[in-house]
């Protein structure tokens, strides 16, 4: 059997927890603002590089086209 008071420290708990959570995230935000953290670019890849995975037609591409109703 449950009382009152048993629901209540449950639900004290998940509250504290959450404002805890909310909490670190407001930390975290505050660092990486402070940090001056730019997001990242992605590199461009060498377009004279042969070994770089690039889209090719090929035959078999081609098939699955015409199969497919592209």
Known sequence: MTTMTD???T??????DLF???GA???GAAAVA??????AEAAQ???N???????RETEHVRKAYALAAF
């Open 7 to 9: 629901s209540n420290d």
């Open 11 to 16: 639900t004290s708990l998940k509250r504290r």
């Open 20 to 22: 805890r959570g909310l």
């Open 25 to 27: 995230g407001a930390i």
């Open 34 to 39: 402070v940090s001056g953290a730019t997001p």
């Open 45 to 47: 890849p060498d377009p």
């Open 49 to 55: 590089d042969p070994t770089a995975a690039r889209y």
